[in-house]
């Protein structure tokens, strides 16, 4: 049984990880954000020959594409992260990947929920679609390689 549990602590970790950056105050993660699209704009060409205020507006127009696609890419590894210690259960790779896009989809309710609580934030149902889409995605993507190297597995009943 222990080394079925110790297939858990990779998911446990990232949503430490997912729960510590969403308790973190509004202005601290916009801050974060908004510096992460600053230093992204400039792989964008020509962003290099902005006047400081044109990447300034730049950087505010894809702020939340930023923040949408780190939610996007936090649900990809959790997924991939809870597909693995779900696999410590005997059961199909259809179900197992049901399960654990299901518990994705949950903590992220959870962290909306939690992100409720902290100063500045609230709760937005979008970045639950954004979340569950990553980990949609995620599970398709897993899905797909591990039916191209051996086939999928049966649901057992």
Same mark, same amino acid.
Request: hydrophobic fraction near 50%; aromatic fraction near 10%.
């Given at each position: 049984?222990?080394?079925?549990?110790?297939?858990? $602590?990779?998911?446990?970790?990232?949503?430490?990880? $997912?729960?510590?950056?969403?308790?973190?105050?509004?202005?601290?993660?916009?801050?974060?954000? #908004?510096?992460?699209?600053?230093?992204?704009?400039?792989?964008?060409? #020509? *962003?290099?020959?902005?006047?400081?205020?044109?990447?300034?507006?730049?950087?505010?127009?894809?702020?939340?594409?930023? &923040?949408?696609? *780190?939610?996007?890419?936090?649900?990809?590894?959790?997924?991939?992260?809870?597909?693995?210690?779900?696999?410590?259960?005997?059961?199909?790779?259809?179900?197992?990947?049901?399960?654990?896009?299901?518990?994705?989809?949950?903590?992220?309710?959870?962290?909306?929920?939690?992100?409720?609580?902290?100063?500045? &934030?609230?709760?937005?149902?979008?970045?639950?679609?954004?979340?569950?889409?990553? !980990? !949609? *995605?995620?599970?398709?993507?897993?899905?797909?390689?591990?039916?191209?190297?051996? #086939?999928?597995?049966?649901?057992?009943?």
């Amino acid at each position: 049984m222990g080394r079925k549990l110790i297939r858990f $602590i990779p998911a446990l970790v990232w949503m430490g990880i $997912i729960y510590w950056l969403s308790d973190r105050p509004a202005w601290e993660s916009s801050l974060q954000s #908004g510096g992460i699209t600053l230093k992204s704009i400039m792989l964008i060409p #020509g *962003a290099a020959d902005l006047s400081e205020a044109g990447r300034q507006d730049l950087a505010l127009a894809l702020e939340p594409l930023i &923040r949408d696609t *780190a939610h996007i890419a936090e649900y990809v590894i959790l997924f991939a992260a809870v597909f693995f210690a779900v696999g410590a259960f005997s059961c199909g790779d259809k179900k197992r990947a049901l399960i654990s896009l299901f518990i994705c989809f949950l903590y992220a309710c959870t962290d909306e929920w939690h992100q409720g609580s902290v100063p500045g &934030r609230a709760v937005q149902l979008s970045d639950i679609a954004f979340d569950t889409a990553g !980990a !949609a *995605a995620s599970m398709a993507f897993l899905l797909f390689l591990k039916a191209g190297k051996n #086939g999928i597995k049966k649901d057992r009943v």
